[in-house]
């Protein structure tokens, strides 16, 4: 059974922070992976799509990378800003039609 | 291109009571995936419609059902609420399915509440 863990939980960081979000998946056999933005309340925007053949892609100040075979994921936001607050998910997609979750990391950036 | 879209955007339901809640994909978009998210944590897959069929199903009993109509706009509909059931509701449009390696877009969501 795939899970998807996230870590940290929250981070609290003052503006212009290079920053780190982690996320590990148990089960490396995955299609793609997707990190995502939510707002408190708001739906999830997507932010990088990663497919399985790939081992990064990049979005501006973010990067993401991917380690399948150590059912790992990084994104790498730099030079935070205070509008960088907000919940960072991660989901795999393992076919079969299903995605999972992380529980997110909450990010907080101070000015 | 509006997105996804979702309606309504909050609710308010009675213990007992039956929802149902609405979505329309991304232009181009022919699948659609409904989740649940509880306060603070990450959403839930429910099941995924595809060609008007429900193509899997995460773990939800049969309270929560669902359909896909030929403009692949979905319903989610979701009988004898319980207390348990409030949760922010997001809809997912992609194209494809099966193992294509497809890209999720989600709604705003829907807000329920149950009292």
């Known amino acids: 059974k795939q899970e998807v863990t996230q870590i940290p939980a929250a981070l609290s960081v003052p503006e212009g922070e290079n920053l780190v979000l982690n996320c590990s998946f148990t089960d490396s056999a995955i299609y793609n992976l997707q990190w995502f933005r939510q707002d408190p309340g708001k739906g999830l925007t997507s932010l990088l799509l990663?497919?399985?053949?790939?081992r990064e892609q990049t979005s501006g100040r973010l990067n993401a990378s991917l380690d399948k075979s150590s059912g790992r994921s990084t994104l790498y936001i730099a030079a935070s800003q205070p509008g960088d607050s907000a919940t960072y998910l991660c989901?795999?997609?393992?076919?079969?039609?299903?995605?999972?979750f992380g529980a997110g990391t909450r990010l907080f950036v101070k000015a | 291109d509006a997105g996804v879209t979702q309606s309504p955007t909050h609710l308010i339901k009675t213990r007992g009571q039956q929802v149902t809640l609405r979505c329309s994909p991304k232009s181009g978009h022919d699948t659609v995936s409904w989740y649940q998210q509880a306060l603070g944590q990450g959403p839930q897959f429910i099941f995924q419609y595809y060609e008007e069929e429900e193509r899997q199903r995460g773990n939800f009993p049969d309270r929560f059902s669902g359909h896909q109509f030929p403009n692949y706009s979905s319903e989610l509909n979701v009988n004898a609420l319980l207390l348990g059931d409030s949760a922010l509701y997001l809809c997912?449009?992609?194209?494809?399915?099966?193992?294509?390696?497809?890209?999720?877009?989600f709604g705003p969501g829907t807000r329920l509440t149950v009292t």
């Open positions: 989901a795999v997609n393992t076919g079969g039609f299903k995605t999972i």
């Open positions: 990663i497919q399985s053949s790939q």
């Open positions: 997912a449009s992609s194209y494809g399915t099966g193992l294509t390696l497809y890209e999720q877009y």
